[in-house]
């Protein structure tokens, strides 16, 4: 995995093989963030990472000058290894191991930017959940965006506020964005 744009361009990431992820493409990576480079100025968002794995994504938006980023991950090899890479790049990210459905249940937060992307072979109620969690414990500032990444075979578009589908190879994207009050 490369970092794609920002102060650590280029810069490789090896995470050890032994870990359970699935790091987004970077042909994916660098499609989503073209979207939220016209959406947001990066210095000026809060974002929230939930199955960080090695932090992929975490990353890029550090390496972009996004200041205050969190990332959530429930195995512990993958938060060692963010939390390590972080360190080695001077970045502040904060690492935690949890469950992802209780730290949306214990938090009172809110983010600009909330990406998730769970394990793809998630039945579709989990996704759903996912979903509701954040819109209901109104986790999303005011036009805030709700980021899941899936396979092609969910559809997550009947859900309210669904604002777009966007794929790249085998990964998609489905954006949620919350109105203003």
Known sequence: ???VSGKYKGR???APK????RPTTDMAKEALFNILNN?????EISVLDLFS????ISLEFASRGVKSITSVDSNYGCVKFLNKTSEEFEMTINVYKKDVYKYLNDINQQYDVIFADPPYHFPQEKFENL?????DNKLLKNNGLLIIEHSKKTDLSALENFDKL???GGNCFSF???SED
Request: glycine residues 6%; aromatic residues 24%.
């Open 1 to 3: 995995m490369r970092i």
């Open 12 to 14: 490789r990431v090896n």
């Open 18 to 21: 032994n870990l359970p992820v």
């Open 39 to 43: 959406e947001y100025y990066f210095s």
């Open 53 to 56: 794995g090695i932090g992929s």
């Open 131 to 135: 979903y509701q969690l954040v819109f």
């Open 166 to 168: 966007k794929c790249y």
């Open 176 to 178: 949620f964005r919350k």
